[in-house]
């Protein structure tokens, strides 16, 4: 029967509430309790036409997964739904602190809205320092997360130094866990810095857009090599990681952001991250924000573009996961920790609603408060839609219940988003209102013509496919673990960096 005879009909009463959609010759579907499940042709035609083989495998599968109407064991359900949901009810963990606005790099996509000059009006000062930090402690989180962003944040070294003292001691008097975390290009780290950093257990990100022409052509740096840089200091780091459990704290990692210059070369690059002994990577389109938008003609690509080459990266990363070379792509761990584990693994992107002002506050170096990055760097061009206050005069409360945080809230509920409301990828998606309103002038967003949703779209797809094949199932299995915290090294809400 066509699916449009069967969506004329009544829905036997047997079903429950689910969503669905057409995977190459077969059919998804998915509940808000997070579970799949994926039928034939003829079982999907069974179960929705009324007249459903109840001795096949597949009803036995849909009964335990909360797709039977009467069969619902709701204590069970309601609690994973809680689990997904967790950060409803905790507060904003994720803190950034831009500490400064100037940069040595000159990259041909950045979105914070960084500067090249020499003066240091647009760094943080000592006092807003420590104020940013008494800010985050007023979150009611049982756990936070502090990350130092810029431009670059070692050019402005004694805030970084204050802060990560400041938060050390407040963190033990206030007796609730604190992760630190530094976003750098790591041009301007030493000995000294680094042995700072690791005594502190401040754990290290940067960016590496793969081999040394690639990375460099992306990203120029007036000292020299930026790609020698990163490379040097990720190594002095990964040697001086602490051999004791007990010490330990999350490795260096990077973030490859992807330009039309990376289009062919998804391998090389991959290749090159498995070269510098780093177990994972980050692949991230490209934000319509700053200099990527002024310069898209150049380092831009279509939807389509960017997931041939995605589909080839993640290719190669389990072509070495085959041969023995640990290698993750965060970015599917993360929707497969929500996938096959029913975990929020703390992106705050991917959650509905979305983290602004309740997964996440950003803090510009003059201690105006935001309801996120993506909203800091909107600033940084002009537009303070998404400024709700400063650190120096807003209450904690009055800035988490601004009228900018509750739109968010509103327009980022994927139940009241025309498309996204009975999309088969609503439990595992998010929209950002930032994003949306910088692509499509508007918070809510127009998920139709949206490149952000038919890219998270295609790679939903793509993952849903690579699992049919047993060998990837069980690599996608141990991704899904460690992203959702099961694993050795559990990123949590740093994946957001």
């Given at each position: 029967?066509?699916?449009?005879?069967?969506?004329?009909?009544?829905?036997?009463?047997?079903?429950?509430?689910c969503?669905?959609?057409r995977?190459?010759?077969?059919?998804?579907?998915?509940?808000?309790?997070?579970?799949?499940?994926?039928?034939?042709?003829?079982?999907?035609a069974?179960?929705?036409?009324?007249?459903?083989?109840?001795?096949?495998?597949?009803?036995?599968?849909?009964r335990?997964?909360?797709?039977?109407?009467?069969?619902?064991?709701?204590?069970?359900?309601?609690?994973?739904?809680?689990?997904?949901?967790?950060?409803?009810?905790?507060?904003?963990?994720?803190?950034?602190?831009?500490?400064?606005?100037?940069?040595?790099?000159?990259?041909?996509?950045?979105?914070?809205?960084?500067?090249?000059?020499?003066?240091?009006?647009?760094?943080?000062?000592?006092?807003t320092?420590r104020?940013?930090?008494?800010?985050?402690?007023?979150?009611?989180?049982?756990?936070?997360?502090?990350?130092f962003?810029?431009?670059?944040?070692?050019?402005?070294?004694?805030?970084?130094?204050?802060?990560?003292?400041?938060?050390?001691?407040?963190?033990?008097?206030?007796?609730?866990?604190l992760r630190?975390?530094l976003?750098?290009?790591?041009?301007?780290?030493?000995?000294?810095?680094l042995?700072?950093?690791?005594?502190?257990?401040?754990?290290?990100?940067?960016?590496?857009?793969?081999?040394?022409?690639?990375?460099d052509?992306?990203?120029?740096?007036?000292?020299?090599?930026?790609?020698?840089?990163?490379?040097?200091?990720?190594?002095?780091?990964?040697?001086?990681?602490?051999?004791?459990?007990?010490?330990?704290?999350?490795?260096?990692?990077?973030?490859?952001?992807?330009?039309?210059?990376?289009?062919?070369?998804?391998?090389?690059?991959?290749?090159e991250?498995?070269?510098?002994?780093?177990?994972?990577?980050?692949?991230r389109?490209?934000?319509?924000?700053?200099?990527?938008?002024?310069s898209?003609?150049?380092?831009?690509?279509?939807?389509?573009?960017?997931?041939?080459?995605?589909?080839?990266?993640?290719?190669?990363?389990?072509?070495?996961?085959?041969?023995?070379?640990?290698?993750?792509?965060?970015?599917?761990?993360?929707?497969?920790?929500?996938?096959?584990?029913?975990?929020?693994?703390?992106?705050t992107?991917?959650?509905?609603?979305?983290?602004a002002?309740?997964?996440?506050?950003?803090?510009?170096?003059?201690?105006?408060?935001?309801?996120?990055?993506?909203?800091?760097?909107?600033?940084?061009?002009?537009?303070?839609?998404?400024?709700?206050?400063?650190?120096h005069?807003?209450?904690?409360?009055?800035?988490v219940?601004h009228?900018?945080?509750?739109?968010?809230?509103?327009?980022?509920h994927?139940e009241?988003?025309?498309?996204?409301?009975?999309?088969?990828?609503?439990?595992?998606?998010?929209?950002?209102?930032?994003?949306?309103?910088?692509?499509?002038?508007?918070?809510?967003?127009?998920?139709?013509?949206?490149?952000?949703?038919?890219?998270?779209?295609?790679?939903?797809?793509?993952?849903?496919?690579?699992?049919?094949?047993?060998?990837?199932?069980?690599?996608?299995?141990?991704?899904?673990?460690?992203?959702?915290?099961?694993?050795?090294?559990?990123?949590?809400?740093?994946?957001?960096?």
């Amino acid at each position: 029967m066509p699916l449009t005879d069967l969506l004329r009909t009544p829905l036997p009463d047997y079903v429950g509430p689910c969503y669905f959609r057409r995977l190459g010759e077969d059919w998804l579907l998915t509940n808000d309790w997070g579970r799949h499940a994926r039928l034939s042709p003829e079982a999907f035609a069974g179960f929705f036409g009324g007249a459903p083989d109840r001795g096949a495998p597949w009803w036995a599968d849909l009964r335990e997964k909360g797709f039977l109407r009467d069969h619902l064991d709701f204590p069970a359900l309601a609690s994973r739904f809680a689990r997904a949901n967790s950060f409803l009810w905790s507060g904003p963990r994720l803190h950034i602190a831009v500490l400064t606005s100037r940069c040595n790099h000159a990259c041909a996509y950045c979105q914070a809205g960084s500067s090249l000059g020499a003066g240091a009006g647009g760094d943080m000062s000592l006092d807003t320092a420590r104020r940013v930090v008494e800010f985050a402690f007023a979150s009611p989180a049982p756990e936070l997360t502090l990350e130092f962003q810029g431009g670059e944040p070692l050019l402005n070294w004694d805030a970084l130094e204050v802060m990560v003292r400041f938060g050390r001691e407040f963190s033990k008097t206030a007796g609730r866990p604190l992760r630190l975390a530094l976003v750098s290009n790591l041009s301007l780290l030493d000995d000294a810095r680094l042995a700072f950093l690791m005594e502190h257990k401040v754990s290290l990100c940067t960016s590496l857009d793969g081999p040394a022409d690639l990375h460099d052509r992306n990203r120029p740096y007036s000292g020299g090599s930026s790609h020698a840089a990163v490379e040097r200091w990720l190594k002095a780091a990964a040697e001086r990681y602490p051999d004791s459990p007990a010490k330990r704290h999350p490795q260096p990692n990077a973030l490859l952001t992807v330009t039309r210059a990376s289009l062919e070369r998804a391998e090389d690059i991959v290749d090159e991250y498995a070269r510098l002994g780093l177990t994972s990577l980050f692949s991230r389109p490209l934000t319509p924000i700053g200099a990527a938008r002024r310069s898209w003609k150049a380092v831009g690509y279509t939807v389509d573009e960017y997931l041939a080459f995605y589909r080839r990266l993640l290719e190669r990363v389990l072509e070495l996961n085959r041969r023995g070379v640990p290698m993750r792509e965060r970015g599917a761990g993360i929707l497969l920790a929500k996938i096959l584990r029913g975990a929020d693994p703390g992106f705050t992107d991917l959650r509905s609603p979305c983290g602004a002002a309740v997964g996440q506050l950003a803090y510009n170096h003059d201690g105006d408060v935001y309801t996120c990055d993506e909203g800091r760097m909107l600033a940084e061009e002009g537009d303070r839609l998404f400024r709700l206050g400063n650190v120096h005069e807003t209450p904690y409360v009055e800035a988490v219940r601004h009228p900018t945080a509750k739109a968010c809230q509103v327009a980022s509920h994927l139940e009241d988003q025309p498309l996204c409301s009975k999309c088969a990828y609503r439990p595992f998606c998010g929209v950002c209102p930032a994003i949306n309103y910088a692509a499509q002038d508007t918070v809510w967003g127009r998920m139709g013509t949206s490149d952000r949703c038919a890219v998270y779209q295609g790679v939903f797809d793509h993952l849903f496919e690579r699992l049919r094949e047993p060998e990837t199932a069980k690599v996608f299995e141990a991704w899904a673990d460690m992203s959702a915290g099961c694993g050795p090294d559990c990123a949590d809400a740093l994946e957001a960096g």
